[in-house]
T-cell receptor
């Protein structure tokens, strides 16, 4: 089973920031937080990952709480093309297998 | 930007037939994966592959399934004696050394008739 909990759905107005929460209260010290999204039935698309520090790239920002039990993915200016299912996944970073366990994710709808 | 490519995009096969799904991972990646997604359900891990051997497999990955890296570029998933319940999207993924994310292909839609 997935080790994360996410709300099943969220709405966001186009142009506004989308803040997607994730709880991972049982995260281990060597586990990273990964965020992916899936648009329709396309392959999951990598967004961002982090261990304990906040991270930012061209797609999004990742805010991880100090106790690492939860995180928030921020899309600063959501567009209609950001409508997708967003998955928060915890996984060891250096593990030889490194499988990803997907939950149901959050279905984000960006509305005009 | 380099990407994972999968062929074919759609495969229709009669029940009981063998099928091979093909993937070309990103060229300098060392870890390879197969996942599947039955329509309307979660993405499920099938198998991971490193250093020319399976490193982990799920309960789904039974004797019906096998993986192979026949040359330096391709990574294949073979399903023997397909069943109706094998109908799904199959995604290949690869990642590089260290703390690198997995990158996914756009999948092969497998339809078993």
């Amino acid at each position: 089973d997935a080790k994360t909990t996410q709300p099943p759905s969220m709405d966001c107005a186009e142009g506004r920031a989308a803040n997607l929460p994730c709880n991972h209260s049982t995260i281990s010290g060597n586990e990273y937080v990964y965020w992916y999204r899936q648009i329709h039935s396309q392959g999951p698309q990598y967004i961002i990952h982090g261990l304990k520090n906040n991270e930012t790239n061209e797609m999004a920002s990742l805010i991880i709480t100090e106790d690492r039990k939860s995180s928030t993915l921020i899309l600063p200016h959501a567009t209609l093309r950001d409508t997708a299912v967003y998955y928060c996944i915890v996984s060891p970073g250096y593990n030889q297998g490194g499988k990803l366990i997907f939950g149901q994710g959050t279905e984000l709808s960006v509305k005009p | 930007e380099p990407e994972v490519t999968q062929t074919p995009s759609h495969q229709v096969t009669q029940m009981g037939q063998e099928v091979i799904l093909r993937c070309v991972p990103i060229s300098n990646h060392l870890y390879f994966y197969w996942y599947r997604q039955i329509l309307g359900q979660k993405v499920e891990f099938l198998v991971s592959f490193y250093n020319n051997e399976i490193s982990e497999k799920s309960e789904i990955f039974d004797d019906q399934f096998s993986v192979e890296r026949p040359d330096g570029s391709n990574f294949t998933l073979k399903i023997r004696s397909t069943k109706l319940e094998d109908s799904a999207m199959y995604f290949c993924a690869s990642r590089g050394q260290g703390v690198q994310p997995q990158h996914f292909g756009d999948g092969t839609r497998l339809s078993i008739l």
